[in-house]
């Protein structure tokens, strides 16, 4: 299995890869850690495989879910978890895959790129300023209608406007419409939004496994959910954000390709909630590998 990875989240894959080297371990597996430290390290991977497949626990931009490590291991012909090169790649681009989920009918936010103020209409909340391809809601900006705009580097942006309401996220384990789609966990952080720091800090968030929400919220977010996986043409496993408006109307925010995997991330809380204890769920993901 490789973990780790050269981004900003090798922290965060270093945690899902120990976790998921013990789970496979528990249920019989006999596992090697590989650290995947540069893409110089990608042929001893290959090598040290011996033809095995290779769990990916490996988060965000930087030899994880950009798709530069799995198009390493399509050419290789070694076979490794979750979604090819082209899907990760895809999903990790918030614009183009707005574009491709709106097209499966799955209700995205408008957005914009670099605008000092952009008006949208319909919403007053505020805006939203994400980096194109950047995970563990790195670099994210919350802009209010009072404040100045903020200074914006020369990376790629994409600008949404800002929904005050719920959050919800919700896991998906399969490949094309036979997939397992979890029930949805609500978000609740205990901060202005759901930043690295309540994400990764003990304390830092509230997750309802068992959300009150209005009728009929469950099961759109659920299919919402199932049409982005299969849009996106994601195998494995997968976890979907949305927001759920105080109108009641609910928003894709993204979807990632190899979610976290420790014993506290939101898919295996998710899983468990279906009776899927977190060995049964990564030896349910590296046997479809």
């Not at 999903?91 to 995205?108: H, N, S």
């Not at 309401?165 to 094309?176: A, M, P, S």
């Not at 190899?258 to 014993?263: L, V």
């Amino acid at each position: 299995m490789a973990g780790g990875g050269w981004g900003c989240e090798r922290d965060v894959s270093l945690r899902s890869a120990r976790a998921v080297f013990s789970a496979l371990r528990q249920e019989g597996f006999q596992p090697a850690f590989f650290d995947l430290k540069s893409p110089d390290d990608l042929p001893r991977l290959a090598t040290q495989s011996e033809g095995n497949p290779v769990f990916l626990a490996l988060h965000g931009r930087g030899g994880g879910e950009e798709g530069s490590v799995q198009s390493f291991l399509e050419v290789a012909r070694i076979p490794f978890t979750g979604s090819g090169a082209l899907s990760s790649a895809l999903a990790l681009d918030k614009r183009r895959a707005k574009r491709v989920v709106a097209k499966a009918g799955v209700p995205v936010l408008p957005d914009t790129e670099k605008e000092e103020y952009p008006h949208f209409e319909g919403f007053s909340e505020g805006w939203v300023i994400k980096p194109l391809d950047e995970g563990s809601s790195q670099g994210i900006q919350i802009v209010a209608p009072t404040n100045p705009w903020p200074k914006m580097g020369n990376a790629p942006l994409l600008i949404e406007p800002r929904v005050v309401g719920r959050e919800l996220t919700v896991g998906v384990c399969g490949e094309g419409e036979k997939c397992d789609v979890f029930s949805p966990i609500e978000i609740s952080p205990n901060s202005d939004f759901y930043d690295r720091k309540a994400k990764y800090t003990e304390g830092g968030s509230t997750y309802i496994k068992s959300p009150s929400l209005p009728e009929g919220v469950s099961a759109k977010v659920r299919s919402f959910a199932l049409d982005a996986h299969v849009a996106l043409g994601c195998k494995g496993a997968t976890r979907t954000d949305f927001l759920l408006g105080r109108d009641n109307n609910l928003w894709f925010l993204e979807l990632n390709t190899i979610p976290g995997m420790t014993e506290l991330s939101l898919l295996p809380m998710s899983a468990q909630a279906a009776g899927i204890s977190f060995p049964q769920l990564v030896s349910r993901i590296v046997r479809a590998a």
